[in-house]
T-cell receptor
Framework: SQTIHQWPATLVQPVGSPLSLECTVE??????LYWYRQAAGRGLQLLFY??????ISSEVPQNLSASRPQDRQFILSSKKLLLSDSGFYLC????????????FGPGTRLLVL | AQKVTQAQTEISVVEKEDVTLDCVYE???????LFWYKQPPSGELVFLIR??????QNEISGRYSWNFQKSTSSFNFTITASQVVDSAVYFC?????????????FGEGTQLTVNP
């Protein structure tokens, strides 16, 4: 069966520091991968999605970037964190077919101080 | 542009009451998919149901039921005989048909609290 992992689970970082969040999926090949952010107040915002290695689509211009160095690995990065980057970051995956259900990982809670 | 509206920000009920969570959507696509997810306090989003735009049959799964009405662009979720474990934030979401990837547009969520 497929599983999705995210780490770290929680992170406290100072403003201006770099960021690297990792998401990996097991038990599937060539998944579509997604990064969402959930700020305080519950709404989920799609940040990036990827349909293959090295293929990244950005939904919202911001301080963050994403990379997909391997088929089942999706990384969210920042060179310099802002206070507004605080939030709950969720990774999701779907099979490569169109219009499949997205399944979410456990999330990473990021607090920027 | 797609939009999902969950007008109920918070709902509080007493255990064993029935509760309905409303969801209204907007889309120009003729083919689309609707979803409900549950987010317990742990934070992980748990998939509950997916419905495509051509299937207006209502669905029941245990204490959960969903009412999809294309004429009113609504996809409401009812929990029968609610339990304390149902306390969570519930999200309705809409996906658009694209050539690659399937991007979800989420509502703002409804915080459901079931009191003993």
């Amino acid at each position: 069966s497929q599983t999705i992992h995210q780490w770290p689970a929680t992170l406290v970082q100072p403003v201006g520091s770099p960021l690297s969040l990792e998401c990996t999926v097991e038990g599937t090949s060539n998944p579509n991968l997604y990064w969402y952010r959930q700020a305080a107040g519950r709404g989920l915002q799609l940040l990036f999605y990827s349909v293959g290695i090295g293929q990244i689509s950005s939904e919202v211009p911001q301080n963050l970037s994403a990379s997909r160095p391997q088929d089942r690995q999706f990384i969210l990065s920042s060179k310099k964190l802002l206070l507004s980057d605080s939030g709950f970051y969720l990774c999701a995956w779907t099979p490569p077919a169109r219009e499949e259900t997205q399944y979410f990982g456990p999330g990473t809670r990021l607090l920027v101080l | 542009a797609q939009k999902v509206t969950q007008a109920q920000t918070e709902i509080s009920v007493v255990e064993k009451e029935d509760v309905t969570l409303d969801c209204v959507y907007e889309t120009r696509d003729t083919t689309y998919y609707l979803f409900w997810y549950k987010q317990p306090p742990s934070g992980e989003l748990v998939f509950l149901i997916r419905r495509n735009s051509f299937d207006e049959q209502n669905e029941i799964s245990g204490r959960y039921s969903w009412n999809f009405q294309k004429s009113t662009s609504s996809f409401n979720f009812t929990i029968t005989a609610s339990q304390v474990v149902d306390s969570a934030v519930y999200f309705c979401a809409l996906s658009e048909e694209k050539t690659s990837g399937s991007r979800l547009t989420f509502g703002e969520g409804t915080q459901l609290t079931v009191n003993p």
